[in-house]
Every structure is written in structure tokens, then in C-alpha cells.
Nanobody, 128 residues
Framework: QVQLVESGGGLVQPGGSLRLSCAAS????????IGWFRQAPGKEREGVSC????????YYADSLKGRFTISRDNAKNTVYLQMSRLKPEDTAVYYC?????????????????????WGQGTQVTVSS
């Protein structure tokens, strides 16, 4: 059974950092791309980042480049999202998802993004 579990969210002050984890079970992460998404209060879900299994090619939403970094540890079956210089507008529930394909699906860029397998999400709140 495919399962994704996010963790690492919490309350952080503006300018701070957090690292989110997406732990996969039921499949070997090595072969599949994983995307990160977020949904802020009152807004639609949006794509944040994605990492493919082929050479670990990464993609980011334009507004987040330079502040967020996605990485993977296949030995731990986990994908990470390192977030730095956080802003109040980064407040959202963050989700990871996969279509169980090796590349970052085009549907991740839909509005709202589409994927076949989602985690339950982890809350990130950026506030002083």
C-alpha cells in the first residue's frame, strides 16, 4: 500500500527555517518522482517543488527559488524540503505526493495540482 507521511511542520518566526520530511512506504522511492505542494487558508493548493528519480532533477515554483531546496535520501525512503527565510505568506499545510512515475508529472502544475497519491499534510505557520 502506497503511503506518504509528512512531518517537520510547526510554528516558526519570519526569517526562520524548517525542514519538512516526506517518508514513503509501500514502494521504493528510488524509482519515482515526489512533489511538494501547499495550501494556504482560503486558497487553492499550489505546487512548490518536485524532484525526479532520473538524476534527481529538481523544479521549483518561481516565487520560491532560492529559499526552498528539495532533496532525497533513497536509503531512508524520504524526500526533504528545506525552507529558509520563511515569510508569513508561506503559512500553509504542506503535502507531498507522487504519481509513481520517474518524472515530475505535468499535472503537478495544474491549478489545482493533481496527483494520485497524497500524504496527510503538515502545518507550517510563520508568525512572530
Amino acid at each position: 500500500q502506497v503511503q506518504l507521511v509528512e512531518s517537520g511542520g510547526g510554528l516558526v518566526q519570519p526569517g526562520g527555517s524548517l525542514r519538512l520530511s516526506c517518508a514513503a512506504s509501500g514502494f521504493a522511492l528510488d524509482y519515482y518522482a515526489i512533489g511538494w505542494f501547499r495550501q494556504a487558508p482560503g486558497k487553492e493548493r499550489e505546487g512548490v517543488s518536485c524532484i525526479s528519480s532520473n538524476n534527481g532533477i529538481t523544479y521549483y515554483a518561481d516565487s520560491l527559488k532560492g529559499r526552498f531546496t528539495i532533496s532525497r535520501d533513497n536509503a531512508k525512503n524520504t524526500v526533504y524540503l528545506q525552507m529558509s527565510r520563511l515569510k508569513p505568506e508561506d503559512t500553509a499545510v504542506y503535502y507531498c505526493a507522487t504519481d509513481l512515475v520517474s518524472y515530475c508529472s505535468g499535472s503537478y502544475r495544474y491549478n489545482p495540482p493533481q496527483a494520485n497519491n497524497w500524504g496527510q499534510g503538515t502545518q507550517v505557520t510563520v508568525s512572530s
